[in-house]
């Protein structure tokens, strides 16, 4: 081989080792982009990642956040809370449960719920309220429970329970609240005891009112009826006298003695028990209306008030009033109570009539949703708005010169009282009065 | 009224029974009236007269007396086999719709109330008064 074949040969050779060098660098060079791309690929998941792990961190952060929230409410709620599992056994207690019980969390969670606190809650009843009702019910309401806990002693306790849902493992869960009521009890308990003795001392009241209001009639009946005794005697020593000679001076001052002094005597003895004799029939009323069970029955309305406007015929009839009863509606009631009422309203509507005027009464009634409305109007004299707070009051009279002692407003407003109705009055002075009774339906 | 009747007054005040006396006889009627203090008083007296087979024609009884009350004395009268045909006439201060009941359950003859309104009282004792003259009191001590 001559020297330019060798060197052909090794141009050759080299030729080739270039062409191999380039592929080779092509090569690298398509591995060095694919390396590329598979980084930018790696770096993009990584990114993906970090992006998953925030998100993963949030939501956790949020079951967090709303595990607190449960928990703060759990915590925040007075009533101690439970949770057992279907086996009775405790899942979880609220911190009022722990305080409330005096048992700690460790003596309490997974063990079976009568056993803390040295099985204060080993109470038969209450076994067999969750062994029995839970399983088939999902709800407990209101079990009042009274046991004598070991740790706190006697108490009276509220059990609510409630199945939890769970919508991942089919476990059943209990919450169970408990509510310590024994306070609201014996307050309930002290409430009962008072009012019973409100009651039996509003009976001796009323009772101590009968007997006073009696006891001191009888007096009367001895005032009265010997002041007429005296007044016969007079009559009498009057005729005696009328035929003795007795001496001018005498006679004029004998004459003033019993034609003028004793009677006059005489009549303010007849004049205050008369008085004192009305207080007490009507403190007796007042008893009796205190002491009268209401007894409630339909009542046909209109032939009640015919019966009122004819016990009062006479002072209609003597005044010539005008007294106009339109179409009443049937009302429910006490019907000895309500001929009362209307009885006292007509007397006190006739009492207080303007004589300078007719007199024009009207009893009208209407029934609306909830109550019958009776309306009593008269155009008499009329109540100054300064009074007309006062026309209730027990013994309270608008003019001491009319008749009656003030109290039959006070029963009108007991009556509408012992009816759960109501009582307005609407009144200008001259102009009259008119007073508006609602009886509910 | 055969003159030997007799009348028993059970009343405690002293004042109420002078007036109604005074008033009764000043009606006319002139039997003899026994008055009696208190429903026991009473009560002695008429087991007393059971005994002695001589009942009173009328018993005028208060309700409110000491000892045993009026009432009291009323269902005794009642009760008693001997004593129940002899009228008895409540006379009396209460004018309780539930007490005039009770008695006339028991079987009062009649309810006279204590008016403070004398002349109403008057009016009523010398009513009972002339009643009593008119009408003849049924002869309790026959036997049944």
Redesign the interface.
């Known amino acids: 081989m001559d020297e330019k074949d060798q060197f052909m040969d090794e141009l050759n050779h080299l030729r080739n080792k270039v062409i191999d060098l380039e592929r080779e660098n092509r090569l690298f060079k398509e591995t060095e982009k694919k390396l590329q791309a598979a980084n930018q690929q790696l770096l993009a998941s990584e990114l993906q990642m970090s992006a998953n792990e925030q998100e993963l961190m949030d939501k956790e952060a949020l079951t967090r956040q709303a595990l607190e929230y449960a928990e703060n409410i759990i915590s925040t709620v007075r009533e101690p809370l439970i949770i057992l599992d279907s086996d009775l056994h405790v899942v979880s207690a609220s911190q009022f449960f722990y305080s409330t019980f005096k048992v700690s969390s460790k003596e309490t969670e997974r063990e079976l719920f009568y056993n803390p606190g040295n099985n204060q809650w080993d109470i038969p009843s209450f076994k067999e309220l969750l062994a029995k009702i839970l399983p088939e019910k999902t709800v407990i309401e209101n079990y009042e429970i009274e046991h004598d806990f070991e740790k706190i002693g006697k108490k009276t306790m509220l059990l609510n329970a409630r199945e939890l849902q769970q919508k991942k493992d089919n476990k059943r869960r209990i919450l169970l609240s408990i509510q310590d009521i024994t306070e609201r009890k014996q307050a309930e308990q002290h409430l009962k005891h008072l009012n019973t003795e409100l009651e039996a001392k509003t009976n001796e009241l009323q009772q101590i009112l ?1 007997i006073t209001t ?2 001191l ?6 005032i ?6 005296l007044g016969t005697s007079l009559k009498e020593l009057t005729k005696l006298f009328e035929g003795v000679n007795i001496p001018a001076a005498v006679k004029e001052r004998l004459s003033l003695i019993l034609n003028e002094e004793i009677p006059e005597a005489m009549h303010f003895i007849t004049s205050s ?2 008085k004192m ?1 009305a207080l007490l029939t009507g403190l ?1 009323t007042l008893s ?1 209306l205190g002491r009268q069970k209401t007894f409630f029955k339909d009542i046909n309305m209109h032939q009640l008030i015919q019966d009122v406007i004819d016990n009062f015929k006479y002072d209609i009839n003597k005044n010539n009033v005008i007294l106009s009863v339109s179409d009443l509606p049937d009302c429910k009631g006490d019907e000895f109570q309500i001929n009362q009422l209307f009885s006292n309203l007509l007397s006190n509507a006739l009492k207080f009539l303007d004589p300078e005027r007719p007199g024009n009464i009207r009893i009208s009634g209407e029934k609306g949703n909830e109550y019958i409305k009776f309306t009593v109007e008269d155009n008499g004299i009329g109540i100054h708005p300064h009074h007309q707070e006062k026309v209730f009051e027990l013994f309270h009279k608008l003019d001491p010169q009319k008749p009656g002692i003030g109290l039959g407003m006070n029963i009108v407003n007991q009556i509408v009282d012992k009816h759960k109705g109501k009582i307005e009055l609407e009144s200008e002075v001259n102009g009259g009065t008119k007073f508006i009774i609602f009886i509910p339906i | 009224m055969k003159k030997e009747l007799t009348i028993l007054l059970a009343e405690d005040d002293e004042g109420h029974a002078t007036l109604i006396k005074r008033n009764l006889q000043r009606s006319g009627l002139l039997n003899e009236i026994i008055h009696f203090k208190d429903g026991q008083e009473t009560l002695d007296f008429l087991h007393q007269k059971v005994v002695e087979k001589d009942i009173p024609s009328l018993l005028l009884l208060d309700i409110k007396m000491p000892k045993v009350d009026g009432i009291e004395v009323l269902r005794q009268v009642k009760a008693d086999t001997k004593l129940r045909k002899m009228p008895v006439i409540m006379i009396t201060t209460t004018d309780d719709p539930r007490e005039i009941d009770k008695c006339h359950e028991l079987g009062c003859s009649n309810y006279i109330k204590k008016p403070i309104d004398y002349d109403n009282f008057v009016d009523a004792i010398r009513k009972l008064g002339l009643f009593l003259l008119i009408v003849e009191v049924p002869d309790v001590n026959s036997e049944v």
């Open positions: 009968y009696h006891d009639r009888s007096p009367l009946v001895n009265q009826g010997f002041n007429k005794e028990t008369n004799d007796l009796r």
